[in-house]
């Protein structure tokens, strides 16, 4: 009898032990590497100061298109430090100032900031308020002596600052704008105690000013007026000496001061550069002497003689780049020019003094998915023989950056990878069948030695040594970065589509590049100048029909920045990177619509929609073609014009005349929100791949309610027109944010709630039949979240058991937009700490298991949050029935709890977004979250019931199972000799 | 030295506005061209005066003004300001790595320039001066408990082993130690009931 019961306490004891209450994403800290990986960039270099002098570590500082100022390790390429500036403060210059101090100027010239070189930490900060807005310069002197406090002088906003480089204070100011004039270049000769400044009034009269570098004051004053007018900037040329374009770009000026008088002088562009010359630009490079003018057809070195005179000393190709002046030491200076061959870069270093020949010439193999070089930066070092040496770092056209030093790539940094436009996911190859023995015993092997050690380890009998390699054999399991698929689905490449028009193909498992490719169709050419990227679908993903086939993704861009512009188009293979089709279709693209229907291949057809409201057919084929006349009664789509204020829903027509696969639109609803009370300000809709189990949901008191699952639902937030800037713009009392659930099919509004004293930014996400999203509550000056459910009600009389018998349900109705059903909503508002950037939720394959929002914070954090914490059925206090159903009580405020964010201890830089792709095995989904920074992860919202974790311990399970054989044996061996003595007795 | 300076400079300023105004006064500096600039400072508990560097976790501390309107970074001090700020009512946060900071809500007043109020939004408590101290550490990893016997023993399979053992080897001492008649009576009952079938265990079973 004690036995059965014990049997039964036993399962109850273990079901008890299951259910202990931890937080889902908790990690240890060794865990981290196991199954996410986060990599860290910087965006597009667009300027970059070199620090290896007198430097044990030789560093390079950048400013990137990402607003990121980083230092960078000039040997291997990685990152010291790195901060991400805001939106609004764009850094227009960098420089080092004292050897020790980073100076950057952003927010057009009026935020000077000073950063210790080692560690980034910002020394000073100061503000330059300007009186007219005007370009920003900056000109730290060149002093190596580190006590001397040489003043940095900032022209910015019409004014000249001069700005102590110790502390950042203001020493004094000139303003210029009384003046009117508009200043184009600053100059601080070495050694000298006066500030040149150079600009232009009107653009007519040529101004130059001597400042003194103590006091502010303006020495001297000269002019000259130009009746021509000026093109773009004056430059100089040397210390006395600048050139400047007229207003028709064919005459170079020559501005030349002699003796406190200006003088002026012309040269047509076309006497020095024969042939036609159009677009012609003088080039800033900083050379003495000498300056650089680009023409459509080539970029042409004229050096400026000591008489005046002009003369071409070289013409080279215009597709060439030129590098900014270096000075070397004997007052010599270098600049590089890049050249790009075929699969090559040729980059040749010269010397001022003798143009003639190049005084290093080197070629580089250069990967041509990297495109065009974009911008070079060179830097000079002494090499034993006491000669100079020269590292070059280039941009290229994909962003990347590279270091290159005696012909050769040192490091690269994909930093495109800093500007993802859009994701999606493919899968990969199905394994081959047959393994050799040998592996698999091998395998085996090692397989069997990891779990000793980890045995070891939880045991705490493990030496520190074998503690580490415990950690590394965790790190690379060489399971998770194979490249074939997986049981588990797991391993999947991230495909990702960049600013730059190129796309990467990333390993889940480890986060390696697989493949990346330029796309011709984003490139810039004569047939699409400018091509943006725009969206990234699934073109055809193989299940059973063409499994022979790879998956392939369409990209879809557009030639320029208007709605009204070409559209751009590939179709990538996803597992080589191959662009298998590429096409500059004619029409523009306004939308990119994905329809459920494939082909007999297995290609999904999409609807492009233009700006003339036509719908084009893809894949232009006659069988698409008549699928989709086939089920063209049910395509709908919408259009939210934000500006006007109005969605409008259509519908498919007739064909246009314009091809086969063209159709005409057909305006079947507008909603129009009155301009003077509403703007939208955020639309959300269901994604389209997601997976919802049951409709029904099960309440307390075994009660049902039915969800209104519709994957037609629009959430659409307004606010007042005077709550539509930043916080702290409006009062309580004038703003209003409205927020409705609006059906696409029909137009018809489902429900409508509004949020007084309330304001945006709206970030919400919508899923299954709930929408939540975050807002601002300006009353009581807090971030809050809201959740609405809604729900059928048409339904709700199902639950009479006799109705079902009689067959007196609704149940075998089909699920209609057009059925109008009765709707019924529940919401609940919370408060919630911190700003949000992003939010998305989990998903996974069946849509069983519960689901985790994820929150994107202003910290660049990713928070997982329980659904169950944003459910308006909470109370403050539940009832035995609510409490056993899993229902929370109702709180104030969303907890945050610091072991669910599932970026644990890293950042995502600059985050932008969270893309939630479900794995094969339901418990478990794969986050993706980018910005500068990328970050990866598998989650188990309601962690992983269905599989093992791969914590889990093989070896005490085997020796559990030894110890129990063992443990048999004795007891019978025992029992016998019991057996034994009893029988004598 | 600066550093004493400046704040000093700072309480003589506080000392003027606060007997000025009786609310909470802060370094709200009114500037001429529309915008206001708002000086604060970030204090990090554990990290002493004894001068320069925040510690390394705070070394990439940002403040961000109205939900990233504005971002701004620490001084080697803790100090930081937000330039051009209109009047209105803003939203400070304090976003760095290890620490959990509540939102402050700043008023800057256009009427009457200087006085200004401030709030933590999280806890309703009003500040006196813009200094922010966090609300808590965070923890972004679980602990893992160090090897106790009583875990092995605990989890399912140890739980299994000691089952065993129990039946194994104490079962029997159990039935030893009962009385020999009392077994005898048992094993009776189990004779008459015959054959134990699962109706018995079934509740009511016993009434047939």
Known sequence: MPKMKMMMILPVLMLLLLLVPTPS???????????????????????????TQKAARKRVVVSTHENVIASLDLRRGDIFWRHVLGPNDVVDNIDIALGKYVITLSSEGSILRAWNLPDGQMVWESLLPGTKSSKSLLVVPANLKVDLDSPIFVYSGSCLHAISSIDGELLWKTDFATHGIDVHQLILPSASAVVHAVGVTDLSHFHTYEVGVMSGEILKHTTASFPGGVYGEILPVSNDRFVALDASRSVLVIISIQNGKTHLQQTHVSDLIHGSSRDTVILPSKLSGIFTVSTDTCIAFIKVTDEGKLHVMEKVDNKVVVSDALSLSEGEQAFALVQHGDSKIHLSVRLVHDMSSNHLKETVEMDHNRGFVHKIFINSYV???????????????????????????????????????????????????????????????????????????????????????IQKIRLRSSEKSKMTRDHNGFRRLLVV????????????????????????????????????GLKLHQWQIPHHHALDNNPSVLVVGRCGSSLSSATAMSIVDAHTGKEVQNMVPTHSTVQVIYLPFTDSTEQQLHLLIDADNRAHLYPKTPEAAEIFQRESANVYWYS?????????????????????????ARNLWSVVFPSESEKIIATVTRKANEVVHTQAKVIADEDVMYKYVSKNMLFVATVSPK????????????????????????????????????????????????????????????????VIEIYDQSRAENKDVLKLIVGKHNLTTPVSSYSRPEVMTKSQSYFFTHSVKAISV????????????????????????????????????????????????????????????????????????????????????????????????????????????????????LLTIVALVVAIFVTWVLSERKDLQDKWR | MAVLQRSTLI????????????????????????????????????????????????????????????????????????????????????????????????????????????????????????????????????????????????????????FMVVVVFLMPKLVENMDPEEIRKAQEEMRNQGVPSIANLMPGAARS
């Not at chain 1, 019931?945 to 093989?954: A, G, K, P, V, W």
């Not at chain 2, 001084?75 to 939203?91: I, M």
Request: glycine share 8%; with cysteine.
């Open chain 1, 842 to 957: 989990t998903s996974t394959a069946k849509g069983i298991t519960s689901k985790h929002l994820l929150i994107g914070t202003v910290g660049d954090q990713v928070l997982a949050l329980d659904k169950r914490f944003v459910d308006p059925r909470r109370s403050l206090n539940p009832t035995q029935a609510e409490k056993e159903e899993g229902l929370l009580p109702l709180t104030d405020a969303l907890p945050i709890i610091p072991q669910s964010y599932v970026t644990h201890a890293f950042k995502v830089e600059g985050l932008r977004g969270i893309e939630t792709v479900p794995a094969k095995l339901e418990s478990t989904t794969l986050v993706f979250a980018y910005g500068v920074d990328l970050f990866y992860t598998r989650l188990a919202p309601s962690r992983t019931y269905d599989s093992l974790t791969e914590d889990f311990n093989y070896a005490l399970l």
């Open chain 1, 640 to 664: 939210v014009e934000t500006e006007a204020g109005i969605l409008r829903g259509y519908g498919v027509k007739t064909k246009c005349n314009l091809d086969e696969y063209c159709f005409e």
């Open chain 1, 497 to 532: 589509l960049t600013k730059a028009g190129k796309l990467f193909a990333l390993h889940t498992g480890d986060g390696r590049v697989v493949w990346s490719s330029l796309l011709q169709s984003l490139r810039s050419s004569e047939q699409c100048s400018q091509p943006t």
């Open chain 2, 11 to 162: 309480l003589l300023q506080l000392f003027c506005l606060l007997s000025l105004f009786t609310s909470y006064s802060l370094a709200i500096a009114p500037k001429n061209g529309g915008g206001y600039t708002i000086n604060g400072r970030v204090k990090i508990p554990g990290y002493g005066a004894k001068g320069f560097g925040l510690p390394v976790k705070a070394n990439n501390a940002k403040v961000i003004l109205n939900g990233g309107e504005q971002v701004t970074f620490l001084k080697p001090d803790g100090y930081f300001s937000f330039h051009n700020v209109p009047a209105g009512t803003h939203l400070i946060e304090v976003d760095a790595m290890g620490y959990l900071f509540s939102p402050v809500r700043v008023d800057v007043s256009a009427r009457n320039p200087g006085k200004v109020q401030a709030a933590l939004t999280e806890t309703r408590r009003g500040l006196s001066e813009l200094v922010l101290e966090p609300l808590r550490e965070e923890q972004y990893y679980e602990i893992r408990e160090p090897f106790n016997i009583m875990s092995i023993v605990k989890s399912p399979m140890g739980l299994m082993i000691g």
């Open chain 1, 25 to 51: 994403f908790s990690l240890f800290e060794d865990q981290v590497g196991f199954m996410d990986w986060h990599q860290r960039y910087i965006g597009k270099v667009k300027d970059a100061v070199f620090h």
């Open chain 1, 383 to 469: 090499r034993t023989d006491r000669s100079n040496g020269f590292r070059a770092l280039i941009v290229m056209e994909d962003h990347s950056l590279l270091l290159l030093q005696q012909g050769e790539i040192v490091w690269s940094r994909e930093d495109g990878l800093a500007s993802i436009i859009d994701v999606t996911t493919a899968e990969l190859p199905v394994e081959k069948i047959g393994v050799s023995v040998a592996k698999v015993e091998h395998s085996l092997f090692e397989w069997l030695k990891g779990h000793v050690l980890k045995l070891k380890g939880t045991l705490m009998l493990a030496t520190p040594d074998e503690l580490v390699e």
């Open chain 1, 723 to 786: 709550a539509s800037g930043p916080i702290g713009s409006a009062t309580p009392d004038e703003a209003v944010l409205a927020v409705h659930l609006v059906d696409t099919v029909t137009g018809r509004i489902l429900h409508r709630m509004t949020h007084l004293g309330s304001q945006g930014p709206v970030h919400a996400v919508l899923s299954e039949n709930w929408v939540v999203y975050h807002y601002f509550n300006l009353r009581a000056h807090r971030y809050e979240m809201s």
